[in-house]
């Protein structure tokens, strides 16, 4: 993928420069509620992701540390955001609606939220509090090496899907989501996340096909291999696989392997963002 070219998005913060302190934060009730049901849609356990957000945090690197490598991804993310802001922004004036552009956070260890102190073990996410992604470029590292997943589009692929976070939040399906989860736990709950995180699959997929006709990217054919294996990467199977030797379906929380490459590459070869639209 050649984006080196490309806008950058002026809704790119930065705080891998600065450092966070080490003090504890105190989660109100609401930001309790945050947490918790963004640890459901995680599939993470909401007790330690709370816990994750109000410990103490420990130091993280300062400018001189910062990896080049990580340089250079930094740029690439501002321009895969800019891009996703002309994909989205045009397809929702086609519907007569504004889209709200996301702001992206860039962090290393830890980071502040609308929610409280996250850490970089929470993965990428979306915050729909803040309407703000929050990515530690050190998964990237962990998406090459532990999930074999490397490339630039598979790191477009995961901010593009968080970005699709985002899509669901102005539709009203992310506050639908949470609502039913919150009221069905259990097996219905993560029915309910998968649904979601596949239609954020297929979202990815959307941007991806009129990416390659952007005036910020220029795609190759291994881009979306690339993308794909990222999807697959990521799928509930094959972390579940990785972590205890099986999977169990009824716990999954973001789809398996095989519906999440799917839901990518419908998106991806349709283009069609209208039944997701009239959602709302």
Known sequence: MKWQQGRRSSNVDDRRKSGQGGKRVSLGIGGIVIVGVLALVLGLNPLEMISQFTSSPQNTQTSSELNPRHEVWAEMCSVVLADTEDTWKALFAERGQTYREPR????????????????????????????????????????????????????AYVLAHEVGHHVQNLLGILEQGHRIMAENPG????????????????????????????????????????????????????????????????????GSSEQRTQAFMAGFQSGDFSEVFQQN
């Open 104 to 155: 992206l956070v860039l962090y290393t260890g830890t980071v502040q939220t609308a929610a409280g102190m996250a850490e970089a073990s929470t993965g990428p996410f979306y915050l729909p509090a803040d309407e703000t992604i929050y990515i530690d470029l050190s998964f990237f590292d962990e998406l090459a090496g532990r999930f074999n997943a490397p490339g630039d589009f598979a790191q």
């Open 187 to 254: 097996k219905e709950a993560n029915r309910i996340s998968v649904l979601m995180e596949l239609q954020a699959d297929y979202l990815a997929g959307v941007w991806a096909h009129y990416a390659q006709k952007s005036a910020n990217l220029q795609l190759d054919e291994g881009d979306i291999r690339e993308g794909l294996s990222a999807a697959a990467a990521v799928g509930d199977d094959r972390l579940q696989e990785q972590a205890r030797g099986y999977a169990v379906p009824d716990s999954f929380t973001h």
